[in-house]
């Protein structure tokens, strides 16, 4: 067989390239401590790996999201802390404003202070998160959420919670609605009221006595004086406004408890001939600045009698107790979605890691290998260079000169 000098070059330049370029692909991959470089490398390492990529870029969409519900809940408790101690200052104020011998001049003062309570309440219900979302506007809204209307103030957000976009149910807003217009009115089922009360009497909250024995009825409690003695009448009311049977009668004393249809209450005073009362199912329409603005203006009312004074005042403790329940239920509810949150960030954290390691696991470079190869490849191409030189000094040409 015959070797021509010119062929002998070639093949021994082509092998010595052949080996620089495995041994410039080892120190690629012990430098990126990647074995696989390419989907030609090992498709299925490679296919694993991407599937691997494509899992912890969701969990890190997911955590970014996740974050975005918690800073806005945080910003929500703080919100609702705030509202929950202004209501305690609000009902600290009602307790003073009960006192006996204040003046016209000094409830009216503790009005004024209540109307500044009222002021940063609303303040509170309309804060945003800072990027330009109402914490209180539910589902959305295109401005404040709660609007101070001449009517009173109202609700322009929209039902429900705004929830992030992802596969976790977490919200970025709280129902402003539920929060701040609906809590239970009344002791939470019934709801007593003074109609007209020219005497000094007053009626409490009342109580329940048996809970099966109460009607969906309204009822009217009316006094009569005559001769010296008070006696009441209630009738019962039904649905369309109309009598319900026959009245129960009694005589009146006050402080003493009056029992009806599974209810107890109490009417203290003296009450006038002709004054009434009434009681009303409990609904869930009592608002906070409602409630405000009847408290603070049954304290400016001129000349208002003891009576008068007394049940706005247990009227708005009634109230404000039942506003704190429903402030301090919202504000477990948005404690227990952090901690859902916490959780979930968790869970998260542990996807991500596990898509990670599978990652790398498929594509990633055992670098005692790595580096053996790497070795072995440069010993060999030394061993292919000096072969090279040796064959190289073995040409004719050298023996003919």
Request: negative net charge.
């Amino acid at each position: 067989m015959r070797i021509a000098t010119a062929n002998a070059y070639d093949n021994t330049i082509a092998h010595l390239q052949k080996r620089q370029q495995e041994l410039a692909e080892s120190q690629v991959r012990l430098t990126s401590n990647k074995r696989v470089l390419r989907a030609s490398d090992d498709p299925t390492a490679a296919a694993r790996a991407e599937r691997a990529l494509a899992a912890a870029q969701r969990a890190q969409v997911s955590q970014r999201a996740v974050d975005a519900s918690r800073n806005a809940m945080t910003l929500a408790e703080s919100a609702l802390g705030d509202a929950v101690d202004m209501l305690q200052a609000v009902r600290d104020s009602l307790v003073a404003a009960g006192n006996a011998t204040y003046t016209d001049a000094e409830r009216k003062s503790i009005a004024e202070q209540l109307q500044q309570y009222r002021d940063q309440l609303l303040s509170i219900a309309n804060r945003s998160d800072g990027a330009g979302t109402y914490l209180f506007s539910g589902q959305g809204t295109l401005g404040q959420p709660f609007v101070d209307a001449p009517g009173g103030v109202q609700y322009r957000g929209v039902g429900g919670a705004a929830s992030v976009a992802s596969d976790e149910a977490l919200p970025m807003t709280v129902d402003g609605h539920y929060a701040w217009m609906t809590a239970p009115s009344g002791n939470g089922v019934f709801e007593t009221r003074a109609v007209t009360s020219l005497g000094s009497a007053w009626i409490d909250a009342g109580r329940v006595t048996d809970p099966a024995a109460i009607l969906d009825r309204g009822y009217d409690i009316d006094f009569s004086v005559t001769g010296g003695t008070t006696t009441w009448s209630i009738q019962r009311r039904n649905p369309d406004g109309t009598p319900d049977g026959a009245p129960v009668t009694g005589t009146y004393e006050s402080g003493k408890a009056i029992e009806i249809d599974g209810m107890s209450f109490t009417i203290s005073g003296a009450p006038a001939d002709g004054d009434r009362f009434s009681i009303e199912p409990s609904t869930g329409s009592l608002s906070v600045f409602d409630v405000l603005d009847r408290v603070i203006a049954g304290l400016k009312q001129p000349g208002a009698g003891s009576g008068q004074v007394t049940q706005t005042v247990n009227d708005g403790l009634r109230d404000v107790d039942s506003l704190l329940v429903r402030m301090q239920s919202v504000r477990s509810a948005v404690g227990d979605t952090l901690n859902r949150a916490d959780a979930v960030s968790d869970r998260l954290g542990e996807t991500e890691l596990q898509a990670k390691t599978e990652r790398s696991n498929a594509e990633d470079l055992d670098l005692v290998e790595g580096i053996s190869d790497f070795q072995t490849r440069q010993t060999g191409y030394d061993a292919a260079l000096k072969t090279y030189a040796q064959v190289q000094r073995l040409s004719l040409f050298q023996y003919l000169g």
